[in-house]
């Protein structure tokens, strides 16, 4: 039925110049919205899977050789999607001035002089600090124990930890009272006054007790080591 047959192409016509119109409308109105976007090289057997693969159009993307690597035959305009920094004529392909930069030139992180002459700074008197702290606890340690000795007697320092307040007093009085020791003409008023308390198990001590000596090598061998470090800034000539 031949009639029949044109009616039908005829609509299928219809149909695909209504499509068309409807494609090109889409683009106008993407174009004023976000502005044009670049066009897709056509006939380019080195680019014929770009879209495809974005990995692969990435890496053409930093050929030397991209912009003659690919000479659209048609002068026809049509999109590119999703390809920023690019822009193309009728005879040729190439990388605009408004390509992204390198990330890398965002990450690089820059180490001051100010900052590392006052960590310098810093470091130098921490150590100090640290040095006078540690010779003054031993001076106060060797003075606090001379005057226990001679006041309560006692033949160590862990034997003052252990002591209570209560004992500490008790001894005290009881030890002046004797006349085991007296105050120096004038020598002012003191006392043993308590800082701190708490429980602190030797548990190396009491491992070994349980588990043998051999044992507590052992389980010191196979602990992970841990590490403290300093800067060291150098210090101009």
Known sequence: MPG?????I????????TLQSAVRASENLENKIIGPRPLRPFHCEKFSGVRRFP???????????????????????????????????????????????PALEK?????????????????KAHADAAKKAALAEATVKSLRFTLAEKVLGIESS??????SPEKVQKLYAKRQAAGVWVLGKGAPVFAFA??????????????????????ANQAMLETDYTHSYKVEVAVPA
């Open 4 to 8: 029949m047959e044109n009616t039908v």
């Open 10 to 17: 005829g609509h299928l016509q219809e149909i695909r110049s």
């Open 55 to 101: 990995a692969l159009r990435s890496e053409l993307a930093q050929s030397a050789t991209f912009e003659d690597a690919c000479q659209p035959s048609r002068t026809r305009r049509r999109f590119w999607p999703g390809c920023a920094g690019w822009s193309t004529t009728s005879d040729s392909l190439r990388m605009t001035s408004t390509a992204a930069k």
């Open 107 to 123: 990450s690089v992180l820059v180490v001051t002089k100010a900052e590392l002459e006052e960590l310098r700074d810093a470091e």
């Open 158 to 163: 862990d034997e003052l930890k252990a002591m």
């Open 194 to 215: 308590l800082s701190s308390k708490g429980r602190f198990p030797a548990w190396k001590a009491l491992f070994i007790s349980e588990q043998g000596e051999s044992a």
